[in-house]
């Protein structure tokens, strides 16, 4: 009688420092767009839960705001977040640029990883940006600063070797049954996921000193028909930022939906009618309302229901 597989199951976190390319990574291992990217530190800011479901195994990803120095409670919630999931899950995945140098942000991800007893996996990201002889050395420089599980090097942006990366983090994971259903894809509600794809496309198209400033509200999501009515806020801290974002005749808000509108369809799979609006909210990042009010409440812990 053939003896049946063991089921794996078991909760992996995405630490490193901001832009190294967690949401990337984990977009790609979960085959669709839940994170948003873009080429600005930080732009996670919520701990994000998706799922992936395998013949063998449940891997529950959380991709965490990037460890960096904090400039306001907002950025204090970010660093909570991010340092707070190292001893609730089962795996760590340690994202790092392809370097011979660890700077000082490394250096502090280093020492708190070494307060815990999680096994921690060590995501050389980024591989294809440099030659392959070169890897070989960039493993070996980490290598002598942590005793890692295992160290991987990846392409996350053209999926190269990320199917090792998986089996890895399968070998760790404790056994046991699914905690979702296999069509779970991740545990945000879908608000919060168009108002992070509205928030993707300001960040990509606004100047330098805006976007970190500015957070995106859904204020009604109705079905009529075979179309989705979408009205949402942009929220910036100044008057001043609110003209570049609406721009010259409205230019810039419009680019803004036209660019989100697609990204929601596909997430939707329907027709939508997006309506952007812009309202000032004076140092919102500093309000403990505010950041509740948008979404940025810390969770007591992993969800496991």
């Not at 420092?17 to 979960?30: A, E, Y």
């Not at 991740?186 to 957070?215: C, N, S, W, Y």
């Not at 801290?237 to 929601?264: N, Y």
């Given at each position: ?33 839940i994170a948003i990217t873009s080429n600005k530190p930080q732009t996670t800011r ?29 950025g204090n919630y970010m660093v909570n977040v991010a340092e707070h999931t190292l ?169 803004i939906g036209s660019k989100a509108r697609p990204d929601i369809e596909d997430l ?38």
């Amino acid at each position: 009688m053939k003896e049946n597989p063991v089921y794996r199951s078991g909760f992996v976190t995405l630490i490193g420092r901001p832009n190294v390319g967690k949401s990337t990574l984990m977009n790609h291992l979960i085959g669709q767009k839940i994170a948003i990217t873009s080429n600005k530190p930080q732009t996670t800011r919520n701990r994000i839960q998706t799922v992936l479901t395998l013949e063998n195994a449940q891997i529950v990803f959380l991709d965490t705001p990037g460890i960096h120095k904090a400039k306001n409670k907002l950025g204090n919630y970010m660093v909570n977040v991010a340092e707070h999931t190292l001893n609730e899950v089962d795996v760590i995945l340690w994202l790092v640029e392809p370097t011979t140098y660890i700077g000082a942000g490394e250096r502090h991800i280093i020492e708190q990883l070494k307060k815990t007893k999680t096994p921690v996996i060590l995501v050389i990201n980024k591989t294809d940006t440099v030659k392959r002889e070169e890897v070989l050395t960039f493993i070996d420089t980490y290598r002598k600063e942590l005793d890692f599980q295992e160290i991987v090097p990846v392409s996350a942006l053209k999926g190269d070797n990320t199917e090792e990366l998986v089996k890895c983090i399968v070998d760790y994971l404790p056994e046991g049954e699914p905690f979702y259903d296999e069509d779970t894809v991740t545990d945000q509600p879908m608000r919060q996921i168009v108002a992070e794809l509205i928030r993707e496309k300001a960040l990509r198209l606004l100047e330098e000193e805006i976007p970190h400033g500015i957070a995106v509200s859904v204020e009604s999501m109705k079905e009529k028909g075979n179309i989705c009515h979408i009205e949402a806020t942009i929220v910036c801290e100044r008057e001043s930022h609110k003209g570049i974002i609406i721009g010259k005749g409205g230019q810039m808000l419009k680019k803004i939906g036209s660019k989100a509108r697609p990204d929601i369809e596909d997430l939707l799979e329907m027709q939508v009618n997006l309506q952007l609006w812009v309202k000032v909210k004076k140092d919102w990042r500093d309000s403990d309302f505010l950041l509740k009010n948008f979404g940025y409440n810390p969770k007591d812990g992993i969800s496991r229901e």
